[in-house]
C-alpha cells in the first residue's frame, strides 16, 4: 500500500490549495478514504472523510463549508479542495486508508497560511 500526496504549499489567508493522495497496492474502489491534519504541538485530527464510492463525505465542524472531499476512481487518487483557508488550518495534512484494520499513512504534505 502506498498513498503519496502532493499540493501543499504557503498560500495567503483567504487562499485556496487542492491537495492530492494518489493511492496503490489495493482495491482503492473498495475503501473510504480520509485526510487528517497534524499542526504543531496538537494531535493529529480528521479533516474530512469519504466513502469508497463518493457518494458519502464528513468533514470536522471547523472545515465544514470550506473544504470539500472528493475522489476519482478511475484515477485512485482522493483529493481535498480548500478554500478561505486561515492561518490555523497550517499543518501536514496526511491522506490515511484503513485496510483489514490496518491503517496506511502517506508522508504528508505542509500547508502554510500566512500572509
Known amino acids: 500500500v502506498q498513498l503519496v500526496e502532493s499540493g501543499g504549499g504557503l498560500v495567503q489567508p483567504g487562499g485556496s490549495l487542492r491537495l492530492s493522495c494518489a493511492a496503490s497496492g489495493f482495491t482503492f474502489s473498495s475503501y473510504a478514504m480520509n485526510w487528517y491534519r497534524q499542526a504543531p504541538g496538537k494531535e493529529r485530527e480528521l479533516v474530512a472523510a469519504i466513502s469508497s464510492t463518493g457518494r458519502s463525505a464528513n468533514y470536522a465542524d471547523s472545515m465544514k463549508g470550506r473544504f470539500t472531499i472528493s475522489r476519482d476512481n478511475a484515477k485512485n487518487t482522493v483529493f481535498l479542495q480548500m478554500n478561505n483557508l486561515k492561518p490555523e488550518d497550517t499543518a501536514v495534512y496526511y491522506c490515511?486508508?484503513?485496510?483489514?484494520?490496518?491503517?496506511?499513512w502517506g508522508q504528508g504534505t505542509q500547508v502554510t497560511v500566512s500572509s
Open positions: 490515511h486508508a484503513r485496510i483489514r484494520d490496518v491503517a496506511y
